[in-house]
């Protein structure tokens, strides 16, 4: 079950590949957007009307990067007072060269750190970070952090055609990674629309490669190249509100979409037509498939 305590769309970094487009607040100042007793509340009421024993984990995956909301550990302590379910954040990891945010994240019972590039020319590049973000910096919190956590610690790795995938950075990411004694080791493409049009999947060729290059260093490592099954989450008793919610932070294909609202007794098509009608999602198309993404302009 995923949490966006971030508003649209305020990172520290504005990546090339984002699914949520361009960022519109690039910062790096933590500041209070929700309340605790909000999303705690909020979190209870979904949980209210679905099955508990169904819920792996209770994810911040915000609209923008999680560590800019002040509130964030404190949220999860809220949290682990009211639910046994296992707490994840999802974060690029820049901000965790303050010692704040790792207290924050600590707490955590699992984190996944964004790491696309060792190479400052690089990390700018593709994920266009705040003026006042130097790799060297992130980098070096990221594996401060590593070397205190308790808990389980991924890390996923977007290939980007003609950006990140050449042998010489992808060594330079896996023996970083290495360094951290992660779980797990996410090799991922783009696959769903980005934040910019140019932007396009790493090869086959340069996928393999990458894969073998980060097996050399890390122990377990994985792909994310491939969409998801048409089983796509859960439904409770307000399937519009779940749909909306999914596709606010994961855009959904459309067949994908057709099966969701189906599975929940509605008619697709009408469904899909009056939500674009009120302006509420918008279809786009990549890689020869339509997606469904939240409109929010």
């Known amino acids: 079950m995923g949490i966006n305590n971030i508003p649209y769309k305020h990172c520290s970094y504005s990546c ?3 699914q ?14 929700f309340s605790t007793s909000e999303i705690v509340k909020e ?19 915000p609209d923008g990067e999680p560590t800019l909301d002040i509130n964030l550990g404190r949220t999860v302590n809220a949290l682990k007072k009211e639910v046994s379910i296992p ?9 965790l060269f303050r010692d704040d945010v790792k207290q924050d994240l600590y707490i955590a019972d699992l984190v996944s750190i964004k790491i696309d590039a060792c190479s400052e020319n690089i990390f700018k590049k593709i994920n266009r970070p ?36 050449s042998i010489d950075e992808l060594t330079k990411i896996a023996r970083f990674i290495s360094r951290l ?6 090799v991922a493409i783009p696959i769903r629309p980005p934040a910019e049009n140019w932007v396009k ?14 097996s050399r260093h890390i122990s377990k490592v994985e ?8 089983e796509f989450g859960r439904i409770s008793s307000d399937p519009i509100r779940d749909f909306l919610s999914i596709v606010t932070v994961h855009p959904m294909r459309l067949r994908q979409a057709f099966y969701f609202l189906s599975r929940a007794g509605l008619d697709p098509e009408a469904v899909l037509s009056k939500l674009i009608e009120d302006d509420e999602v918008v279809i786009v198309s990549y890689l020869n498939d339509k997606f469904i993404i939240r409109k929010f302009t």
């Open 223 to 230: 792909l994310l190249i491939r969409s998801e099954g048409e």
């Open 87 to 95: 707490i994840a954040v999802l974060t690029n990891g820049s901000l």
């Open 181 to 186: 004694n992660p779980y797990k080791a996410y």
């Open 43 to 61: 979190v209870l009421k979904t949980l209210s009307r679905i099955s508990k024993d169904k819920v792996d984990y209770i994810t911040f995956v």
């Open 130 to 165: 705040h003026p006042r973000l130097r790799l060297e910096d992130v980098l070096q919190g990221i594996l401060d952090f590593s070397k205190s956590y308790k808990g389980e610690l991924i890390t996923e790795t977007m290939i980007i055609d003609s950006i990140n995938d």
């Open 20 to 33: 949520l487009g361009r960022t519109t607040y690039l910062e790096i100042t933590r500041s209070v957007f």
């Open 16 to 18: 090339i590949y984002c």
């Open 201 to 214: 999947p790493a090869s086959e060729q340069s996928i393999c490669l990458a894969y073998h290059v980060f």
